[in-house]
């Protein structure tokens, strides 16, 4: 019985020190990805990537003509 609480006890400890869905990420590497996705949003503007720009406008667009035919039909 003894054998059996033990390792429950170190089941327990080791449970402590991992994260149980998704692996572990520190709050500092989540403020370095926080970071680089605002530049990168930052930097997308016509003159600097035309292709992305107008790939996310074609996009967007889609996504609103969407939304307006569902309304549409909808009335």
């Known amino acids: 019985m003894a054998e059996n609480g033990k ?3 170190q089941r327990r ?3 402590k020190n991992e994260q149980h869905n998704g692996s572990f990420t520190d709050p500092s590497s989540m403020n370095e990805k926080k970071r ?3 530049e990168e949003r930052q930097n ?3 003159w600097r990537q035309p ?3 107008l790939q996310y ?3 967007e ?4 003509l969407k939304e ?4 549409m039909c909808n009335v």
Request: hydrophobic share 60%; glycine share 0%.
């Open 51 to 53: 292709l992305i720009t």
């Open 57 to 59: 406008f074609s996009l």
């Open 7 to 9: 390792n429950c006890d």
């Open 61 to 64: 667009i889609l996504v609103i």
């Open 68 to 71: 307006w035919t569902s309304n």
């Open 36 to 38: 680089r996705d605002r």
């Open 44 to 46: 997308i503007v016509l």
């Open 13 to 15: 400890v080791a449970m």
